[in-house]
T-cell receptor, first 115, second 113 residues
Framework: AQKVTQAQTEISVVEKEDVTLDCVYE???????LFWYKQPPSGELVFLIR??????QNEISGRYSWNFQKSTSSFNFTITASQVVDSAVYFC????????????FGGGTRLMVKP | DAGVTQSPTHLIKTRGQHVTLRCSPI?????VSWYQQVLGQGPQFIFQ???????GRGNFPDRFSARQFPNYSSELNVNALLLGDSALYLC????????????FGQGTRLTVV
């Protein structure tokens, strides 16, 4: 069975600090896909990134970066120079489906960025 | 272009009642998935439908059912509501099986009293 663990339930930082959200996953599949979603107070899940199990290259998109390490089954997310607008709940998810259907989500990390 | 739309946005029902939630996918998307998100937890997968056929089912009781219509919209039905069914119900659509992500609606907040 697939499982995603986000050990940090809540993180509070001051604006402009860097913050890393941890994600550890379990799966027996050799082909799988990892995702990060952001959930603002409105409730809608906003897609941030998809990674497949064969691509361990780290990725950077503006202030966001992701570190995928198959050896430790981790897919961590770093926000550089955090801003108040980054405040939200962030979910890591796993799927054997590349279109992101039938996702297994972690419990989420609530990030609060204070001015 | 309209995103994934769900109706109603909020709903209050009594224990034992039945509820129907609706979802309209993004135009051109033929896959719809349903998730239940209990307050303070991550979403849990309930169903996926593709081309009107059930493609996947999560670990939910038979009180939960769904269907997809010829226009690819979908309904989630829950019978004999329990207090524990109170949650945010999220619908997602995608261009499955193409390699792209699922887009989520804003959800239906169901409260069972």
């Amino acid at each position: 069975a697939q499982k995603v663990t986000q050990a940090q339930t809540e993180i509070s930082v001051v604006e402009k600090e860097d913050v890393t959200l941890d994600c550890v996953y379990e799966t027996r599949d050799t082909t799988y896909y990892l995702f990060w979603y952001k959930q603002p107070p409105s409730g809608e899940l906003v897609f941030l990134i998809r990674r497949n199990s064969f691509d361990e290259q780290n990725e950077i998109s503006g202030r966001y970066s992701w570190n995928f390490q198959k050896s430790t089954s981790s897919f961590n997310f770093t926000i550089t120079a955090s801003q108040v607008v980054d405040s939200a709940v962030y979910f890591c998810a796993l799927s054997e489906d590349n279109a992101g259907n039938m996702l297994t989500f972690g419990g989420g990390t609530r990030l609060m960025v204070k001015p | 272009d309209a995103g994934v739309t769900q109706s109603p946005t909020h709903l209050i029902k009594t224990r034992g009642q039945h509820v129907t939630l609706r979802c309209s996918p993004i135009s051109g998307h033929k896959s719809v998935s349903w998730y239940q998100q209990v307050l303070g937890q991550g979403p849990q997968f309930i169903f996926q439908y593709y081309e009107k056929e059930e493609r996947g089912r999560g670990n939910f009781p038979d009180r939960f059912s769904a269907r997809q219509f010829p226009n690819y919209s979908s309904e989630l039905n829950v019978n004999a509501l329990l207090l524990g069914d109170s949650a945010l119900y999220l619908c997602a659509s995608s261009l499955f099986p193409r390699n792209t992500e699922a887009f989520f609606g804003q959800g239906t907040r169901l409260t069972v009293v």
